[in-house]
């Protein structure tokens, strides 16, 4: 074999060689430098420390084990608490073949008026009495996804302008359809 056929092969072995190694260089590469962005599906927060109904003080056979979307209600409910309630409520009514198998909750720390029990419809809403450690867990004015084993999956924080509560909404709706849809309990 002459000298231009062995550098010929040397390259076409790099070359081969290169083409195999070079995607898995750069893939670990773009991984380490967080080069791309983590592809993120669920609209709300993804709670990552275990939180369950029971760490709560909330009994879920109360709650007939179904899927919850647990509102937090603020200690004044104001317009922007009822907005929230009833984008909530919306939500709800939006999940259409799977409403059956969800349930509004409101937990208050506060007794409520008349005006504000008049946005909880009672065939919609389970309107419970807030535990006193509930402050220490959640926040106030945030909405919980609870799954029927009493887990707390997802939190969405209820938005400040009367703008965004169509998006609130939209989220809600978009995370209880996907859990639904890919659940194997409830």
């Not at 065939?123 to 220490?136: F, G, K, Y």
Request: charged fraction near 20%; glycine fraction near 4%.
């Amino acid at each position: 074999m002459s000298d231009v056929q062995k550098h010929k092969s040397r390259r076409n072995l790099l070359l081969v060689i290169a083409v195999f190694v070079l995607p898995i260089v750069l893939a670990k590469l773009a991984l380490t430098q967080n080069w791309l962005e983590y592809g993120v599906t669920n609209k709300g927060t993804l709670i990552e420390n275990q939180l369950t109904l029971q760490d709560l003080g909330i009994s879920n056979t109360e709650l007939d084990n179904m899927w919850l979307i647990l509102y937090a209600l603020p200690n004044d409910c104001n317009k922007h608490c009822e907005q929230t309630l009833l984008s909530v409520n919306n939500t709800l009514i939006a999940l259409g073949k799977y409403k059956p198998k969800v349930r509004n909750v409101a937990l208050y720390k506060h007794t409520l008026s008349n005006d504000q029990l008049s946005h909880l419809d009672h065939d919609e809403w389970s309107v419970i009495p807030s535990p006193n450690n509930q402050h220490l867990l959640i926040q106030e004015s945030t909405v919980l996804l609870v799954d029927p084993l009493g887990n707390i999956i997802l939190e969405h924080k209820a938005p400040m302008h009367v703008e965004e509560q169509a998006m609130f909404g939209k989220g809600i709706l978009a995370d209880m359809k996907k859990l639904l849809k890919y659940s194997k309990i409830g």
